[in-house]
Antibody
Framework: EVQLVESGGRLIQPGGSLRLSCAASGFTVNRNYMSWVRQAPGKGLEWVSVIYSNDYAYYADSVKGRFRISRDNSKNTLYLQMNSLRAEDTAVYYC????????????WGQGTLVTVSS | QTVVTQEPSFSVSPGGTVTLTCGLSSGSVSTNYYPSWYQQTPGQAPRTLIYSTNIRSSGVPDRFSGSILGNKAALTITGAQADDESDYYCVLYMGSGISVFGGGTKVTVL
């Protein structure tokens, strides 16, 4: 059974950095496409980033240059390094498996809350 | 900047049928955008309903169906039930690794 467990979310000041983790089980992260999706409080879902099996990564314009997606195969974990955080980055961050062939998000974690505030 | 459009809200009677749509601020949605649909209830993670226009995800009841209607993708709920009351999001694949979510549609069953 595929399971995704996010962690690392917390209250952080504007301009700060934070790394989110997504521990995977039931499949191998490095052979799969993986994505991050976020949801600001009371708002809709927003795609953030995707990493392909060949390590190519893509980002939404809103986070490009500030966020970096990566993975640690030995830990079977996906990461999202977030720098220069802004108030508008406040959201629940979900990791999800991404089906490249069908361009959809298959399995979802339960999310981790990041609050950017002074 | 491309915007994916959805109706903000819909109301449907129990047992009724409702069709939600997913469009583009400029242009038409086709199967080439691989439209997918997700259901989310408050406080929960999204659940995948439909992908690649009309393929139901594992375990999704057949009262949910996807299609292209005119220049938009569509999600139809036939025989709505109380636990279908949720937010529904579509996603379109824009190419070059980029996906864009619609703003979501809140469906009320009453």
């Amino acid at each position: 059974e595929v399971q995704l467990v996010e962690s690392g979310g917390r209250l952080i000041q504007p301009g700060g950095s934070l790394r989110l983790s997504c521990a995977a089980s039931g499949f191998t992260v490095n052979r799969n496409y993986m994505s991050w999706v976020r949801q600001a409080p009371g708002k809709g879902l927003e795609w953030v980033s995707v990493i392909y099996s060949n390590d190519y990564a893509y980002y939404a314009d809103s986070v490009k240059g500030r966020f970096r997606i990566s993975r640690d195969n030995s830990k079977n974990t996906l990461y999202l390094q977030m720098n220069s955080l802004r108030a508008e980055d406040t959201a629940v961050y979900y990791c999800a498996t991404y089906n490249y062939g069908w361009a959809n998000f298959d399995h979802w974690g339960q999310g981790t809350l990041v609050t950017v505030s002074s | 900047q491309t915007v994916v459009t959805q109706e903000p809200s819909f109301s449907v009677s129990p047992g009724g049928t409702v069709t939600l749509t997913c469009g583009l601020s400029s242009g038409s949605v086709s199967t080439n955008y691989y439209p997918s649909w997700y259901q989310q209830t408050p406080g929960q993670a999204p659940r995948t309903l439909i992908y690649s226009t009309n393929i139901r995800s594992s375990g999704v009841p057949d009262r949910f169906s996807g299609s292209i209607l005119g220049n938009k993708a569509a999600l139809t709920i036939t025989g709505a039930q109380a636990d279908d009351e949720s937010d529904y999001y579509c996603v379109l694949y824009m190419g070059s690794g980029i996906s864009v979510f619609g703003g979501g549609t809140k469906v009320t069953v009453l």
